[in-house]
């Protein structure tokens, strides 16, 4: 079973919006991390965050992690036609694994 | 350039054949991983290696094998034994095996099995 999952699957919103999107694990995790995946290609590292960690920025990212609710954010402010990607959160799992969600599909439009 | 490398990028395969996907990484990581993503899906962990002559199956091993005879080379083998293996594979990178190391991926190969 996964032990990340997104939610929203798929988020659509226009240019200059604020995109939220989240991720809920199921087991104790040591960090959390999130990944960009643009179309057909391999992801990309956005940010990581540990778990004694409440808040992470970086540029327009801001991720939050809720270790008693666990749960994680990623808010990308100010979203722009390229941030359209599929976003994924990854947590350890043990043993030097990472296990993957299945991801938020998000859209902006221009 | 540093990075990670997959070749080929598109792989076409007839049923009963094993294939070889390649990866490689000049980023003098100690750990590789392989995993598999098909469509509208996250990615599922085939093996992963954290030292060289060493691997771990990972959740769906069942159907491949790996080698990791140089720190640089992680390759893949889909067997005839993969029932369905038509999937994106990504291969990737990491400093250590530690838990809290971020993964660099390489480009992907789509393997379609005709």
């Known amino acids: 079973s996964q032990q990340g999952e997104e939610d929203p699957q798929a988020l659509s919103i226009q240019e200059g919006e604020n995109a939220t999107m989240n991720c809920s694990y199921k087991t104790s995790i040591n960090n959390l991390q999130w990944y960009r995946q643009n179309s057909g290609r391999g992801l990309v590292h956005l940010i990581l965050i540990r778990s004694n960690e409440r808040e992470k920025h970086s540029g327009r990212l801001r991720v939050t992690l809720d270790t008693s609710k666990k749960s994680s954010s990623l808010l990308i402010t100010a979203s722009r036609a390229a941030d359209t990607a599929s976003y994924f959160c990854a947590t350890d799992s043990g043993a030097g694994k990472s296990t993957f969600g299945d991801g938020t599909t998000l859209t902006v439009k221009p | ?114």
């Open chain 2, 1 to 114: 350039d540093g990075g990670i490398t997959q070749s080929p990028k598109y792989l076409f395969r007839k049923e009963g054949q094993n294939v070889t996907l390649s990866c490689e990484q000049n980023l003098n990581h100690d750990a590789m991983y392989w995993y598999r993503q098909d469509p509208g899906q996250g990615l599922r962990l085939i093996y992963y290696s954290q030292i060289v002559n060493d691997f771990q199956k990972g959740d769906i091993a069942e159907g491949y094998s790996v080698s990791r005879e140089k720190k640089e080379s992680f390759p893949l083998t889909v067997t005839s034994a993969q029932k369905n293996p038509t999937a994106f594979y990504l291969c990737a990178s990491s400093t250590t095996g530690v838990l809290s190391d971020t993964q660099y991926f390489g480009p992907g190969t789509r393997l379609t099995v005709l």
